[in-house]
């Protein structure tokens, strides 16, 4: 799971055009380390979005509208 993490961290970000080293991405989704500057943030960020994901699935309805509603609330 932790490669799935690592592997969906880094093509989500590199899509947005925030890219870094294997390393720095290994090093901040495992959290032992923290960001540097604003891209690495984004990384973090990703990675807390996952975990939550990960440990709530059962708890997350998937309906259009919830969806919808989180997305907007992130913007």
């Known amino acids: 799971m932790e490669i799935a993490k690592i592997q969906s961290t880094e093509a989500s970000n590199a899509i947005e055009g925030i890219v870094t080293t294997n390393t720095r991405i290994k090093q901040l989704v495992e959290e032992k380390t923290t960001p540097k500057n604003r891209d690495e943030e984004e990384i973090a960020g990703y990675r807390d979005v ?18 919808l509603r989180e997305e907007s609330e992130c913007s």
Not at 50 to 67: C, K, R, V
């Open 50 to 67: 996952l975990n939550i994901i990960h440990e709530s699935f059962d708890m997350i309805p998937i309906i259009q509208n919830y969806i």
